[in-house]
T-cell receptor, first 114, second 113 residues
Framework: GAGVSQSPSNKVTEKGKDVELRCDPISGHTALYWYRQSLGQGLEFLIYFQGNSAPDKSGLPSDRFSAERTGGSVSTLTIQRTQQEDSAVYLCASRYGGGPDTQYFGPGTRLTVL | GNSVTQMEGPVTLSEEAFLTINCTYT??????LFWYVQYPGEGLQLLLK?????DKGSNKGFEATYRKETTSFHLEKGSVQVSDSAVYFC????????????FGGGTRVLVKP
């Protein structure tokens, strides 16, 4: 079946602009995660959605970052007033259940802030 | 909180050599442990996992055993191939932390013919 998809694959933006990154999880997966992969920070958790529960936003680095998940499926990560330190690969992952099942990762969106 | 420490790379070795990548962890609660691999130009994919003590995960000739007494999950392969060149990430998750993954810093492995 189809895996996790993300769009765009690459995004170049100017400092101060807003960007939206999209994630389509595997159909039927109830859990969705966003992570960020950067040279300086490695792989770090950003936000987690599980079913209809309130999201775990504990990893968001600032209030410029927000995410939503509509209809329990597609998710959008929004970064407002982008800064150069936001440059990274943003990864989305989905998981079937609420336990320690495997998370399946999308190919990522490479964000470059000039 | 949860944390994962893995050996820094790069690790360079010849084809058919033995590979070990050390991984140790600290966790609140009882973690599940994972090794993810990122091949050049590709996304993260699960290599193997173990969900309880003394479990051995294995895949593609790689193995790792969940050692609760030493809080370790070292990755091993007896005879590497050039195609094993990649970045390897050790990771854990715990129910108390929403099962979000905490990753080690990654170890780049380069296998030369």
């Amino acid at each position: 079946g189809a895996g996790v998809s993300q769009s765009p694959s690459n995004k170049v933006t100017e400092k101060g602009k807003d960007v939206e990154l999209r994630c389509d999880p595997i159909s039927g997966h109830t859990a969705l995660y966003w992570y960020r992969q950067s040279l300086g920070q490695g792989l770090e958790f950003l936000i987690y959605f599980q079913g209809n529960s309130a999201p775990d936003k504990s990893g968001l680095p600032s209030d410029r970052f927000s995410a939503e998940r509509t209809g329990g499926s597609v998710s959008t990560l929004t970064i407002q007033r982008t800064q150069q330190e936001d440059s990274a690969v943003y990864l989305c992952a989905s998981r079937y259940g609420g336990g320690p099942d495997t998370q399946y990762f999308g190919p990522g969106t490479r964000l470059t802030v000039l | 909180g949860n944390s994962v420490t893995q050996m820094e790379g790069p690790v360079t070795l010849s084809e058919e050599a033995f590979l070990t990548i050390n991984c140790t962890y600290t966790a609140t609660g009882y973690p599940s442990l994972f090794w993810y691999v990122q091949y050049p130009g590709e996304g993260l994919q699960l290599l193997l996992k173990a969900t309880k003590a003394d479990d051995k995960g294995s895949n593609k000739g790689f193995e790792a055993t969940y050692r609760k007494e030493t809080t370790s999950f070292h990755l091993e392969k007896g005879s590497v191939q050039v195609s094993d060149s990649a970045v390897y990430f050790c990771a854990l998750c715990t129910p108390a932390a929403g099962n979000k993954l905490t990753f080690g810093g990654g170890t780049r492995v380069l296998v030369k013919p």
